[in-house]
């Protein structure tokens, strides 16, 4: 069968750095891993597109072997994965060390032209994007997007960071953000950087979302940490509550990802908006319930999801249809 949905960009071990100053063994993870993850939760059709190191085999090649997740598209173009450092800060949000450079990570990013081969003799519908506001970038993907005819969902790459390193203020982020839009349909937020880009107080859904709803996308998938997330589209705002299936969360990192990679599946494959986000943070509570991605996705895992999704969906009262 062809594959349908793509997750595109970095993947990058990662470890934690405790409060005592210890640290947490490498796990899997990166933006595009984290993503493609959150998608095999609910589809076998979805499949990786990264430029990696050689010794990604051994970890990452092993879970897609497992999972059933094509390897063609994954690029060796280094000796190593990305890694870096996360210590996360009392507000959810975390520093990221690299622990190569800045310039590893920029070279193992993820080319237009690798998301246009990818897509050769597939039925791509949707593709996960984590990049940040490079117009060119967007600009030759829009030209494969308008080849193949998919929605791009956008993850924003830590917005704050982005706006301290290359010195712009936060309406020229905001222009730049706009910019992106013309190219990506669907795109993903945490209220961190949604408070930071807009200037307000992060508990502040009303005013955050009122923001969100001026931008020129039709969806928008707002995270609120441990609360769960919003699904935001031009005239309505629907609320979904946190899921926890096996328990309270063992680690966050890449809950974000996770869920936004399930979200573009969700919403491209013709789920309510609101829909979207109860399967986010389904996927989000997998996610969460050991260090690293969920280790393997059964059939029994999958109709866990798709009845939890059903049950939390039901609750909230909606009409099917969009």
Known sequence: MAVEYLACGN?????????????????????????????????KDCKLVCRTGE??????????????????SV???????????????????????????????????T????????????????????HNLDPVIWQKLGAVKEKYGFKIMWEIEYASQIRRMLR?????????????????????????EAADLFQLPREDDESIINELQKLPVEFTFYRVGSRGSYAVTPTNAYFCEAVDPFGPSVDPTGC???STGTAMYAY???????????????????????KGPYPLYTEEDMQLARRLAKERFDSLGLAVSR
């Open 11 to 43: 993947i990058m071990s990662d470890r934690i750095e405790r409060q005592d100053g210890s640290f947490s063994e490498w796990n899997m993870g990166g933006p595009a891993f984290f993503a493609l993850s959150g998608m095999r939760l609910w589809t």
């Open 55 to 72: 010794d990604y085999a051994s970890t990452y090649g092993r879970w897609m072997d497992a999972n059933g997740v094509p390897r063609d």
């Open 75 to 109: 690029q060796v173009e280094a000796e190593n994965v990305t890694r870096f450092t996360l210590k996360y800060n009392p507000d959810g949000s975390f520093s990221p060390t690299p622990h190569f450079s800045m310039e590893h990570l920029g070279y193992l990013k």
């Open 111 to 130: 080319h237009p032209e690798e998301i246009d081969l990818a897509c050769e003799g597939q039925a791509v519908k949707g593709i996960y994007m984590a």
């Open 168 to 192: 712009l203020t936060r309406q020229q982020i905001l222009d730049r953000a706009r910019r992106v839009m013309e190219v990506a349909d669907l795109w993903s937020i945490n209220h961190n």
């Open 256 to 258: 974000g990802n996770c």
């Open 268 to 290: 491209v494959s013709g789920e309510h908006p609101a829909m979207a986000a109860v399967m986010a943070n389904i996927s989000s509570g997998f996610n969460a319930a050991q």
